[in-house]
């Protein structure tokens, strides 16, 4: 998982996106980099780090010019240093800078035709590199004399015919401008934004409207899927819809986990979505349990909290907080490890005694992927003193790989995966476990658009709207686990995704 920004303005951007990107540090926490143009110079600095690390003064005024583009990013499979880190760039056509949030699933086979018929060399494992080169190469082939928006249209669509997967980019090419395109799904995120300011608009593209929000941008609307903007040197905004474009799937996780509660996705509030979670969870208990025990619902910051709090509310029950976070550890389904996931949920959570001495509590999650967490958290309660250990999921079962671009660990290792709810119970030792029903997540996230019908759902499903080989699976399911992160940390590489 990743986050992008793109801005075209009537002054310098480096300080804007720098901006931008610390909003969207929760998507990434690994690496950042920005690229800006000043006339046909492409300034680009990246690194491994919090962008607050990978950015100093020094850097910041290197990065001169009023358009740009910035990216964050999650450590994945094959990013072991710096140079994995994004944007990308290549100097053929025009120069191009590219950043982009998904992950493409026919990688291999594009790396293959980059290389016998395209004629063009990848220095990375990285899928953000191969979708560079493949909008290179289309731009390249299309050889126009004087680039036009309909040009980049067009290489797009290119793209799309032949890029299979998740993804929004925004690629800042030299002497022209910024574009931006969403995969023809629109599986990943991408919102616009407009500033006015009295030199003219100032428009921003970002993987989020909170990015948008905190430097002052009105949000316009999302892109649709399939859709490409280009912004010129000149603040001209283009638009096109590909012929290519879907249904509108959008990805159900941003609104489970990864996005901002105070981010609109889709014109869906990503905090309101999050509410009917835990509204539609209370229903599913009472319905199953009218003369439940429960005394006190305690969510796992930060994500639950705002599913937990209505839950508590239609329980009829009393809310509190039982457990602090120290905010310096990262997200621990994404580590490499299980020793490193176990020491980390130590570091990252401490329980308050006094809310669960004697009590029957419920603890609520946002989801339950690889069980570590979950339950090391139950084991918690329990060393503090509670009676009985409730567990609710705000999300279905994760039983099946994510294949769109968020690190979720092999298959096999989803404590989900070829279990029954009465057994992952057990594995986790609570007392009851309690999941939200697929139909109350798809109903509780896409209240507030009538024009969203369908969300990727594959991690609960299994069902990929773009299609995907059982070969491709079990490629993943080799380079995902932890013992291919073992081999990898010990030197072996693997490929990265974006």
């Known amino acids: 998982m990743c986050g992008i920004i793109g801005i075209v303005a009537q002054n310098n951007v480096a300080a804007d996106l720098y901006e931008g990107l610390t909003v969207l540090q929760h998507r990434g926490q690994d690496a950042a980099g920005i690229a800006t143009l000043d006339g046909h110079r492409v300034n680009l600095h990246k690194g491994s780090g919090l962008v607050r690390d990978v950015f100093g003064p020094t850097e910041m005024q290197a990065l001169t010019g009023r358009v740009g583009m910035g990216h964050v990013r999650y450590p994945t499979a094959g990013l072991d240093d710096s140079s994995e880190a994004q944007p990308f760039y290549v100097n053929s056509p025009y120069g191009i800078a590219l950043g982009h949030n998904g992950n493409l699933i026919n990688t291999r086979e594009l790396t293959q035709e980059l290389f016998d018929s395209d004629r063009r060399h990848l220095n990375t494992r990285s899928d953000s590199e191969v979708l560079l080169n493949v909008l290179a190469h289309e731009l390249q082939e299309l050889g126009p004399a004087s680039l036009r928006p309909e040009h980049l249209f067009a290489a797009v669509d290119a793209v ?48 989020e409207s909170v990015a948008l929000d905190v430097l002052g941008f009105e949000l316009m609307r999302d892109l649709r899927a399939g859709e490409a903007i280009f912004i010129s040197l000149d603040g001209q905004l283009h638009t096109h819809d590909s012929p290519l474009a879907r249904e509108l799937t959008p990805c159900i996780f941003e609104h489970v986990y990864f996005s901002r509660p105070d981010s609109l996705l889709d014109d869906i509030s990503v905090y309101k979505a999050r509410l009917r979670m835990g509204q539609t969870l209370a229903r599913k208990i009472l319905r199953e349990r009218p003369d439940h025990d429960i005394e006190v619902v305690i969510p796992v910051p930060d994500t639950s909290r705002t599913s937990a709090l209505p839950l508590a509310y239609d329980l009829d029950v009393k809310y509190r907080e039982g457990f602090i976070k120290n905010r310096y550890i990262g997200r621990t389904f994404i580590m490499p490890g299980q020793a490193e996931r176990r020491k980390s949920v130590r570091q990252k959570l401490n329980a308050i ?121 079990e490629q993943l399911q080799q380079v995902r686990s932890d013992q291919a992160r073992t081999r990898r940390r010990e030197g072996v590489p693997a490929r990265a995704t974006g």
């Open 160 to 207: 799309h015919r032949r890029c299979s997967g998740a993804y929004s980019a925004i690629a800042v090419v030299s002497g022209h401008g910024v574009l931006c395109f969403r995969d023809p799904w629109g599986i990943r995120p991408a919102v616009l934004g407009v500033r006015e300011t009295p030199a003219g608009p100032e428009y921003a593209v970002a993987s």
């Open 353 to 473: 005694d006094l809310e669960f001495r004697g009590k029957n509590v419920l603890i609520v999650d946002d989801s339950v992927v690889r069980g570590t967490t979950s339950r090391q958290i139950i084991q918690m309660a329990r060393d503090a003193g509670a009676r009985r250990v409730y567990f609710a999921s705000a999300s279905p079962p994760v039983r099946h790989a994510n294949i769109y671009g968020i690190d979720m660990p092999a298959a096999s290792e989803l404590i989900a995966c070829g279990r029954t709810e009465k057994e992952i119970e057990q594995e986790l030792g609570a007392d009851w476990l309690i999941y939200q029903d697929l139909p109350d997540l798809i109903e509780a996230c896409r209240e507030g658009n009538a024009q969203v019908s369908q969300f990727d759902t594959s991690c609960f499903s299994g069902d990929y709207v773009t299609g995907v080989s059982p070969e491709y699976l």
